[in-house]
């Protein structure tokens, strides 16, 4: 069929025109013949539609219209990373880091391209799914926007695995973002504040039509995925090259810290000659059997650092210092300043953190500051002009009344922040419980959010998180931006929510101290709301990683009666307050109390499968051998140190095979 030859002939060359101009900046046509031919593709395909192809060129146009983004649990999750700032951090990292690994540890050196983080998924070599990082386990699906973006690839090219995912960053490069704004202007309408905001929400737009018209460019990073065949982390932007993903060229094998902060010093220095924003150097262990033996802490890899840059740094007059209250009581002071510009946003409040800092800095109103964002993010004054300051300025004084409810505050002895006491009364306490409650970690309740809950509380329809589950269409529905649609659906997320898993109900209740790592550790070892509850301090201090702090407001909440009252209805409305039949069935304590330090590539499980399986029957992973561990899991290619440390310390080593046999034993006990 000649159309069809035709069809495979344009796509073909198409694609290659599209590598050659957004991955390698090296076009080999002219723009006017790339949309010639690609006319001819798109009217080829319409007539021919049983010859549709997901990777045609034409399929990144747009017009795919996307009302609601469906949230999708990440295969492996998208940690953050932890920063540094000086060379004493990154130092202190390197020494970590040779306590944990053997042998001579070898880093590669990247630019920290400021934009939105996203993970693609090939099976076969096509692009099945592009998700957000969302919360790092969870993100949005926002495929038919992505594959509008022409540096990412439909279809790949070479020997690439035949599934795995690939994390990298959606940028917009200074010259799109400029010309944006100049199409912006033009139409009289506000221009975009920073290229990095604009690239994130523009992943979110509903019409991805809209989408293509926007610059955005995809730069790769790293490739996630079992038997990818990649044993270094320059090997995976080598590989990632080669199969046609945009990779940046800005990398370097480094051997020493000091290697390493001749790199950060360079681009401290020279990254304003670059297309893209950056705040700083991602530092990778290279070995990626070395990342493995260093794993993770609950929210980061251990073998990898992000080193930022010096913040910016702009001076501008503090106006008045306003008072927050959060969902805990916690007081926060807030400096409302003379609006000025800074890291490409506006910047006219800064968070002043407490009393002590207030005190320390001796800020005044009136006084000219100086303010920086913290990790070029969250704006923070450092400093004070005193020079500039006027001679009848008065001290600041701290507040003694609640700014809400005008409840006395507290201040407990070692704490840093004032609080409100007033928690069932205050109303930004009210609002901020209830807010936790749907959070996306939490309950993540589709169509509530933050503003429908402050409507719903202030109308008086809600006081508490149980009363959402009495909430009816009728009674909603005359509320401000609220339609008749829009009012079902809340009804329906608020009774879907009753499917929730146990530990993210548990950390959605909002107890002091409790975030999501605490409330998966408190569910596991309780099993249900009820255990929890009738736990004693002493009990409560006996869970691995339950300090005293945290055992005493899990006491003290369950010692609330309006607590108990609002945790009873929870119950009687369905929400799931225990663990489900499924998660409990795969649940044993058949390695409680043992401890365990997995090293080494394993055949027929991979590395995380079997620290699952550790978790899930009790055991506990650890990173380091002590005398404390009770066996060392040893897979091939396990360094020789690790070996020599546990023989020496007299620490079982046992092979992925008798660890398995262990799991068959009714309980399996040290003293076998």
């Not at 495929?143 to 090219?157: D, R």
């Not at 309006?562 to 649940?587: A, C, H, M, P, W």
């Not at 365990?596 to 499968?609: I, P, Q």
Request: net charge negative; with cysteine; charged share 25%.
């Amino acid at each position: 069929m000649k159309e069809k030859e035709q069809i495979l002939k344009l796509r073909e060359e198409l694609s290659q025109h599209n590598h050659s101009y957004y991955v390698l900046d090296k076009p080999t046509i002219t723009d006017f013949e790339f949309d010639v031919k690609l006319k001819q593709l798109q009217d080829l395909e319409a007539n021919h539609p049983q010859l549709f192809d997901s990777t045609s060129p034409t399929q990144r146009v747009g017009g795919e219209v996307t009302k609601n983004f469906q949230t999708i649990k990440h295969a492996q999750r998208m940690y953050s990373l932890d920063n540094s700032y000086s060379k004493e951090d990154l130092m202190d990292w390197e020494a970590r880091l040779h306590k944990m690994v053997d042998g001579p540890i070898e880093f590669t050196c990247e630019l920290k391209y400021d934009g939105a983080s996203i993970s693609l998924t090939y099976e076969n070599g096509v692009l099945v799914q592009a998700l957000t990082r969302g919360d790092g386990t969870q993100g949005d699906n926002v495929t038919a926007n992505i594959k509008t973006i022409k540096s990412v690839p439909l279809k790949l090219e070479g020997n690439y695995p035949s599934k795995f995912e690939i994390r990298g960053e959606i940028v917009l490069p200074f010259a799109g973002f400029k010309a944006l704004n100049q199409e912006k202007i033009a139409a009289g309408e506000e221009p975009y504040k920073n290229p990095r905001n604009t690239a994130s929400g523009s992943l979110k737009l509903q019409h991805s039509t809209e989408v293509a018209r926007r610059p955005l460019e995809c730069l790769l990073y790293s490739v996630v995925g079992e038997n990818t065949g990649i044993k270094t982390q320059f090997d995976n932007l080598e590989k990632a090259r080669s199969w046609g993903f945009k990779v940046p060229s800005v990398a370097k094998i480094s051997d020493s810290i000091e290697s390493v902060l001749e790199f950060v010093n360079y681009w401290d220095l020279h990254r304003h000659e670059l297309p893209y924003e950056t705040d700083g150097v991602v530092v990778k262990v290279n070995n990626l059997f070395h990342q493995a033996e260093l794993g993770f802490t609950a929210k980061a890899p251990r073998w990898a650092m992000a080193y930022k840059f010096k913040a910016e740094q702009v001076s501008t007059r503090l106006e008045y210092i306003s008072y927050q209250v959060g969902r805990t009581g916690a007081i926060t002071p807030v400096a409302n300043l003379t609006p000025v510009e800074l890291a490409g946003t506006i910047v006219k409040r800064a968070s002043l953190h407490n009393a002590d800092q207030i005190k320390k800095l001796d800020i005044r109103i009136g006084d000219w500051v100086y303010v920086e964002k913290g990790g070029e993010i969250i704006p923070k004054i450092i400093g004070v002009d005193i020079d500039h300051r006027t001679q009848d300025s008065e001290k600041s004084i701290y507040i003694i009344n609640c700014p809400e409810c005008e409840s006395l505050l507290v201040r407990k002895d070692g704490e840093a922040q004032h609080y409100c006491p007033n928690d069932m009364g205050c109303p930004p306490q009210i609002i901020g419980r209830i807010q936790h409650y749907i959070s996306r970690k939490a309950l993540d309740i589709e169509g509530l959010g933050g503003e429908t809950v402050a409507l719903l509380v202030n109308a008086g329809l809600i006081r508490n998180y149980a009363d959402l589950y009495e909430l009816t269409a009728d009674q909603i529905i005359h509320l401000d931006r609220m339609a008749s649609k829009s009012a079902d659906n809340l009804v329906n997320g608020v009774q879907a929510s009753k499917e929730v898993s146990f530990e993210r109900v548990l950390f959605g209740l909002g107890i002091r101290y409790v975030g999501e790592t605490v409330a998966k550790k408190l569910a596991k070892h309780y099993k249900s709301i009820q255990a929890l509850s009738e736990a004693t301090l002493e009990d409560l201090e006996t869970v691995d990683e339950i300090g005293t702090k945290i055992a005493e407001s899990v006491v003290v909440f369950f010692k609330n009666e309006t607590n108990i009252r609002i945790v009873s209805r929870l119950i009687l409305y369905g929400v799931q307050l225990k663990l489900s039949d499924e998660v409990l069935f795969n649940q044993t304590v058949k390695l409680q109390g043992l401890r365990f330090v997995v090293s080494g590539v394993f055949d027929s499980v991979s590395r995380n499968e079997l620290k699952e399986l550790i978790d899930s029957n009790g055991g506990k992973v650890v990173s380091s051998i002590s005398a404390k561990t009770s066996f060392l899991l040893a897979g091939s290619n396990m360094g020789p140190s690790k070996r020599s440390k546990a023989n020496s310390l007299k620490v079982p080593i046992i092979s992925e095979q008798e660890f398995l046999e262990m799991l068959h034993t009714p309980i399996y006990s040290t003293k076998n």
